[in-house]
């Protein structure tokens, strides 16, 4: 698998697991297994709050948010670009819009991603940052 191929992984996990976020939120999804697989082991997010949460702190609020949500939720992901690449690790910087109850909202993310046969796309997740636009 070359970069780029690592990049189209990366994209493909990015669209896969908020798909799975809007299934599971509206309490529609029922499997989450490969949403947990797609978390590397020190994986670490840091919200658009500027709060930092490790994997399981992560997994767990995920799990705890099945149904919390309307069926009028929807997740779009736009503007996937490369930003950074070496050898087996790919940075992603993408935007995510959110529509819930009316009210919209928007976060840029950027995505540390290295490759993993065993993860669900491919790409597993290793860092996540994200900042308010809107």
């Given amino acids: 698998m070359s ?7 990366a994209r493909e996990e990015v669209l896969r697991l908020h798909a799975f976020f809007v299934a599971w939120f509206r309490g529609d999804a029922a499997e989450f297994a490969d949403c947990e697989r797609a978390f590397a082991l020190d994986f670490r997010m840091v919200t658009p709050d500027g709060a930092a949460h490790e994997r399981e702190s992560v997994v767990k609020r995920l799990r705890a948010a099945r149904g919390s949500v309307g069926a009028d939720f929807t997740i779009e992901i736009a503007e996937p670009r490369l930003v950074w690449r070496v050898g087996d ?3 992603l910087e993408y935007v995510e819009r959110q529509q819930r109850d009316e009210k919209a909202s928007a976060r840029r993310a950027t995505g540390l991603f290295t490759r993993a046969e065993a993860a669900p796309a491919g790409a597993l997740w290793r860092h996540l940052q994200e900042t308010w636009i809107g």
Avoid: K, T
């Fill in 89 to 91: 690790a790919v940075l």
């Fill in 3 to 9: 970069a780029g191929d690592l990049f189209e992984s």
